[in-house]
């Protein structure tokens, strides 16, 4: 894992909250069928930048979106192996969307969503609770 050492950052983990729930906001009013790679596209982002504020209050960034999920495996037993492989999946499937052109089936966004739902909660509550650490 490639990390660079930087001083925490609770101010900048605050900022990314702030961003996400536009970028949550915003998801809640798309049409699923229409818009159902940008949507994917979207839940990808927001865990990206959950796990950056995670890194941000720990006293790391990266530049790796990999090490970023790889980080949160090693560092954080409270999420499975499950969980990080859906991270991972996500990730790439992100990339094949922004990257490729690559269009999603609203069915499988149908079938996802909830655990991407369950994962950004999990991720925003460890996030609130690390910046409301002393």
Known sequence: MDLIKITPNKEKAR??????????ERLEGQDRIKMASLIIADYYEIMKELI??????????????KDLID???EKYSEFTAHQIFLMH??????NRISY?????EP????????????LVHKL???VIKKIDKN
Do not use: C, M, P, W
């Not at 900022?15 to 949550?24: A, D, G, R, T």
């Not at 950056?52 to 979106?65: E, M, Q, R, V």
């Open 100 to 104: 490729e052109g690559f269009s999603v």
């Open 71 to 73: 980080y949160l495996r």
């Open 52 to 65: 950056t504020a995670i890194l941000l209050t720990d006293g790391y960034k990266t530049l790796s979106h």
């Open 124 to 126: 925003k509550t460890l």
């Open 15 to 24: 900022n990314i909250l702030k961003i996400i729930s536009l970028i949550e």
């Open 107 to 118: 069915s499988y966004l149908k079938r996802n969503e909830i655990f991407y739902k369950q």
């Open 89 to 94: 999946n996500l990730r790439i499937l992100r």
